[in-house]
């Protein structure tokens, strides 16, 4: 069974091409032998091709840190990468990161255009105005000034195209 | 001096409070919130008192509630940090009238200084050069001739601003109006003073600033400069000391603007005077920090002072503890601002758990931090985990054992900066000193991440192997006795 990878922002199919003598895998375009692997609490350690790998990882909700030769590589799991569909993406505007509400610009029943304000949120000091990507109209707005949200919360919902106000 | 000090901070500024009372035998109080009571600098102080607030960062801005925990606990003097109410003119007087000791300078030199329009004005009466600049408010045809007479491109700038907030870039005449209205919504916001001025926009500038110490008597020593160009959003993430490439009588003139300008206020305590450096060599006060900066250790690293111990000096009533002429510079020291936020994402904040932290060790190598593993990183405070400080005899090579320790640094679990500034401390031009407040952006294509080679590939094995189904379906062995080589996760 192929594994979904997304690391440094591009998509790596991975897959396990043999299991004996030895741990064959293909990643992307490289093809690889894993000789050994060791992984003892935050370190691991790996011999892949003849050449050791020394480091330090750790797996959070939505990917795995690792830390190797002076570089974090961050790979998102493939259920992370998966996890919001398009169809939802285009009716819903969640939030990528936690943060409070500093201005709501748009108003339920409201018909929008591409690049009208939605709301102004701020994240550690950093403010930002949301604007939207495409026509629609807004069904919910399910925050108000203030309000302090966690990642992933519902911000605002939209109408189908077509669909009644 | 004091024998027990508050801290009306968080984060690592507080730890780094707390090493130099520890070190003077001087008693320690920290405050936090809930969501901080497992942070260092709750376990480093002698006593900690815990805030109520509805939003953790409003409890570092209770006035009431830390006053009244320095009176609970004994101690007799507060210590603000930065940030929070450093530089809250309010909260100054409030202390004095609890009959406690602020350390840093008199509220009315906080208030001449925090208003931009006004420490301007006084910068110029000392004859310290300030960047043409025009007010902000009235009729449109007259903001317009003064607009002209600065010259485009200009900047709207917030008179209580800093940081970037309530500022902004005009490039004609056209949109400025729009400009000024957006920047005194924005002024009006973060700081509830929608006044804002017109200055000319100095291209390419460099931005040096000057530490100084005063007694409150119009005793003055500067503690030399610091090169602080390396901005993005506005805010530093690399500074050093002494500024690379800065003649000798430059660097005298500049020294001499802001010990006048903080002798003339009377001023007390440590302080940072601000300048623009524009290509030409001209220099122009930007505004002055009424309290300890974020960069300070650069400065001690090169005079081998400790800074936070002169402060309370100071506030106690103690004379300047040298003289100019004691001071001697000694190498070159560079300083990194290790951040929560992800550069290939235009810098933008970014939280998480802090899973694993190794910190590099080195003789000429300092880590100024105030994290530890489980601690969560919230959008509540500011992205600033740690600082990492490298001392070296000359500039190159305090640069390369700075990249030499980010590379060494583990900080797993929030997404960081580290790789950037590595990058950063790698590039040519920087390494030339080829320095001014663009730099950053001016360079973004080279600073931005490259690719991964045999590493990312061993990165993603590592991945695959934390998965349950990848290693069951790897090593055909049923969990939970799944076992490859060593595995214990």
């Given at each position: ?18 299991r ?65 569909t ?46 939207a ?27 189908r ?5 | ?43 480093l102080?002698?006593?900690a ?34 940030g929070?109410l ?58 317009a ?62 931005h ?86 974020v ?20 506030a ?42 190794r910190?590099p ?115 055909e ?13």
């Amino acid at each position: 069974m192929p594994y979904r990878l997304r690391i440094g922002g591009r998509d790596v199919a991975a897959e396990i091409t043999a299991r004996r003598p030895q741990l064959l895998l293909r990643i992307g375009e490289v093809r690889c032998a894993l000789e050994s692997a060791r992984i003892a609490g935050d370190e691991f350690e790996l011999t892949v091709d003849g050449v050791r790998y020394r480091g330090y990882w750790c797996a959070g909700a939505d990917e795995v840190q690792v830390r190797l030769n002076g570089h974090t590589y961050r790979v998102e799991r493939p259920r992370a990468a998966l996890a919001a569909t398009a169809a939802a993406a285009d009716e819903e505007l969640r939030a990528s990161m936690p943060g409070v509400v500093v201005a709501v610009h748009c108003a339920v029943d409201q018909q929008l255009a591409a690049g009208d304000k939605l709301l102004t949120l701020e994240s550690m000091k950093l403010q930002m105005t949301l604007l939207a990507s495409h026509a629609a109209r807004v069904r919910q707005v399910h925050v108000a000034p203030q309000a302090v949200f966690e990642r992933g919360a519902l911000l605002v919902s939209f109408a189908r195209a077509g669909e009644e106000p | 001096m004091p024998q027990r000090v508050l801290i009306a901070n968080r984060g690592e500024i507080a730890c780094r409070i707390l090493r130099t009372l520890r070190a003077l035998g001087i008693g320690s109080v920290a405050v936090y919130t809930f969501e901080d009571r497992s942070a260092p600098h709750v376990a480093l102080a002698d006593q900690a008192v815990r805030l109520e607030a509805h939003a953790p960062s409003a409890a570092y801005l209770d006035q009431a509630q830390l006053i009244d925990a320095a009176r609970r606990t004994g101690a007799e003097a507060i210590h603000p940090g930065y940030g929070f109410l450093a530089e809250s003119a309010a909260f100054a007087e409030r202390v004095a009238a609890a009959g406690l000791t602020f350390i840093g300078p008199d509220a009315a030199v906080i208030r001449l200084m925090g208003d931009k329009i006004r420490a301007r004005a006084f910068a110029a009466e000392q004859g310290v050069a300030v960047a043409p600049s025009a007010r902000g408010d009235g009729e449109p045809a007259e903001l317009a001739a003064r607009a002209a007479a600065i010259g485009f491109p200009l900047l709207v700038k917030a008179a209580a601003g800093g940081g970037g907030k309530g500022m902004r870039t005009v490039q004609a005449a056209a949109e400025l109006a729009d400009a000024l209205h957006a920047a005194a919504e924005e002024a009006q916001r973060y700081f509830g003073d929608a006044r804002v001025y017109l200055e000319r926009r100095i291209e390419t500038p460099r931005h040096i600033e000057v530490q100084v110490l005063g007694d409150g008597q119009g005793n003055v020593v500067h503690l030399f400069e610091r090169e602080c160009s390396l901005q993005r959003r506005y805010q530093k993430i690399l500074e050093e000391s002494p500024a690379p490439n800065l003649p000798a009588d430059k660097r005298a003139a500049i020294c001499a603007a802001a010990v006048r300008l903080a002798s003339a206020a009377r001023y007390r305590n440590a302080g940072t005077v601000e300048f623009m450096l524009a290509p030409g060599g001209e220099f122009y006060f930007l505004e002055m920090n009424t309290r300890l900066q974020v960069e300070h250790p650069v400065t001690e690293l090169v005079l081998d002072v400790d800074l936070v111990a002169e402060q309370l000096r100071l506030a106690g009533g103690a004379g300047l503890s040298f003289a100019q002429e004691d001071l001697q510079p000694r190498g070159h020291a560079i300083e990194c601002r290790i951040c929560a936020e992800e550069p290939q994402q235009d810098f933008r904040p970014a939280t998480g758990r802090v899973q694993v932290l190794r910190v590099p060790q080195g003789p000429q190598l300092r880590f100024d931090g105030g994290i530890g593993v489980g601690q969560t990183v919230t959008p509540a405070f500011d992205s600033l985990l740690a600082k990492l400080i490298a001392h070296g005899d000359t500039r190159g090579e305090a640069a390369h054992s700075l990249e030499r320790a980010l590379r060494d640094l583990v900080l797993l679990g929030v997404p960081t900066n580290i790789d950037y500034l590595a990058r950063l401390l790698r590039h040519p031009q920087f390494l030339a000193a080829e320095l001014h407040t663009g730099f950053l952006e001016a360079h973004a294509a080279e600073l931005r991440e490259g690719g991964g080679g045999a590493d990312a590939v061993a990165a993603a094995l590592v991945a695959l192997l934390a998965d349950v189904d990848f290693r069951r379906a790897a090593y055909e062995v049923p969990e939970p006795h799944a076992s490859i080589g060593e595995w214990r996760n």
